[in-house]
């Protein structure tokens, strides 16, 4: 992330909300699902 920044942060904290927070991990829980069932099928 040095490239991109030199504390390693992205985005604006002070734009984050609870909500978004939530909607983000949903979103990536729905999205890995299929590769953690992959894994679980080996």
């Known amino acids: 992330m040095q490239g991109f920044t030199k504390s390693g942060v992205i985005g604006f904290a002070s734009k984050a909300t609870a909500e978004k927070g939530r909607a983000v991990l949903d979103s990536l829980t729905v ?11 080996t």
């Open 31 to 41: 999205a890995f699902q299929s590769h953690l069932a992959a894994l679980d099928e």
